[in-house]
C-alpha cells in the first residue's frame, strides 16, 4: 500500500498489463510512468527513479479479527465483488509455477513459492537491510524476536487469522523481550500488553510500538527485487 501523493501532486493509477520480474506494473494517468508494486518505484518513464511512500499496513487478515479491533470500520463496496467465494488464482497458488521466467532466476536458499514476511528497515547508520520470515517458522509461535545490525524487532503472525505486522521491540529507549499470552495478545518485559494488531498497549492506548513496513510474498517474487536479503533461521 502506497500514498498517491508525490511531490506534492496526487496522481491515479491503473494495471499496465506488463511485468517486470515477474511482477505486476502499474502505470499512472498523469505521465503514463512505469511503476513497480512489489518496491513502488518508477521505473520506466518521465517519473522514473521516483519511489512512492509506503503506507504501513495489515497483508492480510480476517475479517472477524480486523472488526474486532477496528469496529468503526467502512468498506470499499465494488459491485460487491469483496465476497467472493472461488479464487481465480487457486491453481497457480497450489502448483510450483513461478512467474513467467519459471525457474530461470530462482534462489535456491528457499523453495520458490514458500511464503515470507519480508521486510526492510534501516538501522541506526541509515543502511537498509532486507530480511525474510518463513511463514512455516511460525507453526508453533506467533512472535520471533530477533535483532538485525542492531536494530531489535518483534515479528508477529497468527495462522490462524493470518496476521501479520512487525515492529521495534524497543519501548522508551529500552529494548524489550515479548511473549505471546493470547491470540493477539503479547506481554512483554515489564508485564506491560500489548494488541500486537495494532501496536498499542493494552492499558494505553496512546502509546504504541514502531511499526515496520511488512510483506506476505512469495519467496521467489521477493528475491527478484532484494536479492541481498537474509533469511531467518531460529
Do not use: C
Amino acid at each position: 500500500m502506497y500514498s498517491r501523493e508525490l511531490d506534492g501532486k496526487t496522481y491515479t493509477f491503473g494495471v499496465s498489463g506488463k511485468l517486470w520480474r515477474d511482477a505486476l506494473l502499474m502505470y499512472d494517468h498523469q505521465t503514463r510512468s512505469l511503476w513497480a508494486h512489489i518496491t513502488g518505484e518508477a521505473i520506466q518513464g518521465k517519473l522514473k527513479g521516483k519511489k512512492l511512500t509506503p503506507l504501513i499496513s495489515m497483508p492480510q487478515i480476517a475479517w472477524k479479527t480486523w472488526m474486532a479491533n477496528y469496529p468503526q470500520t467502512k468498506v470499499l463496496s465494488i459491485k460487491k465483488l469483496e465476497s467472493r467465494e472461488n479464487d481465480n488464482y487457486a491453481d497457480y497458488h497450489k502448483s510450483q509455477r513461478a512467474g513467467v521466467s519459471g525457474t530461470q532466476y530462482t534462489d535456491k536458499r528457499l523453495l520458490n513459492k514458500s511464503l515470507v514476511i519480508g521486510v526492510q528497515f534501516e538501522d541506526k547508520n541509515g543502511k537498509k537491510h532486507y530480511r525474510a520470515y518463513p511463514l512455516i517458522q511460525f507453526a508453533e509461535t506467533a512472535i520471533i524476536q530477533d535483532t538485525v545490525n542492531g536494530v531489535p524487532l518483534l515479528i508477529f503472525h497468527s495462522k490462524d487469522s493470518f496476521a501479520t505486522a512487525v515492529y521495534k521491540r524497543t519501548v522508551d529507549g529500552k529494548v524489550e523481550n515479548f511473549e505471546i499470552k493470547d491470540d493477539y495478545l503479547s506481554q512483554d518485559s515489564q508485564g506491560r500488553q500489548w494488541n500486537l494488531i495494532t501496536g498499542k498497549a493494552k492499558q494505553q492506548d496512546d502509546v504504541s510500538l514502531e511499526r515496520l513496513t511488512a510483506l506476505n510474498i512469495y519467496w521467489f517474487a521477493w528475491a527478484r527485487f532484494y536479492p541481498e536479503t537474509s533469511i531467518y533461521k531460529p
